[in-house]
RNA sequence: GCGUCGGUGGCAGAGUGGUCAAAUGCACGUGGCUGUAAACCACGCGACUUCGGUCUCCGCAGGUUCGAAUCCUGCCCGACGCA
């Protein structure tokens, strides 16, 4: 059971309002995703996750693959029987992985720039540490050397047992810094992979391809083309996005123009509250980003007025909530300097209250596009 | 009181004649982080600086030496042992 419902399409832009439904029920659109990496939410019980308002999770084949192993999820009853976490669940499928332990290590880069690289990785490049191939990716664990080999077959079956209630296709997240002949081959075997990942799949779980193109308008609007014309039942947009927010809305709007206007769209890993409206007004339905739970460890703080360090002494005498238009539990009980001393002091539980509002903050912002979309004003 | 060992930058702790403004860790400061190798990473951390350097510095005071955190003498302080 999948189904993706529009309720209402915005006048005034690509946003529209929807319902997916899913066998662990809705999931209100446009949403945004925590992400659950290893099976959690960082710091956070699966209650507390939903207490933050979260209403589905992405989890990841790789991680998961390598511990605790996809057998034992499922014997644990799938994802959601091992964490207990009851709403919709996403696993994503690997295929950042081969950026993030390949070019992503290498040159010491995210998936977004902030400005036009000095240099391009030809075609013909490897990673140091792992090995792309045209079946799939050789990893070496940077942690134990542990090898294994993912491919679309394998992230498919692997996903499978894993019983996310959306899966992921297997792709070539390409780095930002690929030249244009790098990333023509790669957007080939992303969608000859999108292929195989069709082909292999056998259970009711509802399966995203991965549109990819990194920011070149014709290979986007190629994969676009290609990838919504195969039988998904959504679609990833993948990789980066170009140097600005407007290069994002503008991108992802001439994707989604392309996409089945019918079908789910999810744009992989990208979301810091300032991108919400941007992810929104060109079409996007969910987004998932790790900022919330990422930054908050470090002690990061998302608030209506923007962000701040809640580590600098000055919060230490600062009796006020982190966020004074916040209604999270967080906000209601803690004061700034309780919160700064705990992170100061390395306390565990800093980082966890400030995780659990950081994710609060994310998940009434996305509540709040709603409203804006439901109320024509986005 | 005697003996032994020791006193190094905010803390811990290397160094034991030049290459030492002094390793390393912690703390602190600044910056970074967008499908999580991430409670992480980078840089800074004596003072001034035209960024080339200049000055001050290893308990305190002297001394030896071309040169001392490093050797010697005295003093102060600490730990331990013996009285």
Known sequence: MFEFKILKRSKKSRARLGVITTPHGEIETPAFVPVATRATVRTLESDEVEGAGAQVLICNTYHLHIAPGEKLVKRAGGIHGFMQWKKPLMTDSGGFQVFSLGFGTDHGVGKILKEEPEKRIPLGTQPTNIKITPDGVHFRSPIDGTQLFLGPKESIRIQEALGADIIFAF??????????????????MTHRWADMCIKAHKTKQALYGIVQGGSFKALRSESAKIIGAMPFQGFGIGGE???????LKKMLSDVHDLLPEDKPRH???VGHPEDFPYIASAGGDTFDCI?????????????SKGRFDIRNRRYLTDQKPLDSKCK????E??????ICHLIRAHEITGMKLASFHNLHFFNA???RLRTRIKNDEL
């Open 267 to 269: 744009v992989l890993g």
């Open 291 to 303: 900022a919330p739970t990422h930054y908050a460890r470090r002690g990061v703080i998302f608030t």
């Open 171 to 188: 792709d070539e997240c390409p780095s930002p810094l690929a030249n244009e002949a790098y990333m023509r081959r790669s957007l080939d």
């Open 333 to 338: 009980t803690y004061s700034r300097a309780y």
């Open 365 to 367: 912002e996305a509540q």
């Open 328 to 331: 999270c539990d967080i906000c």
């Open 241 to 247: 996005f170009g140097y600005d927010k407007r290069s």
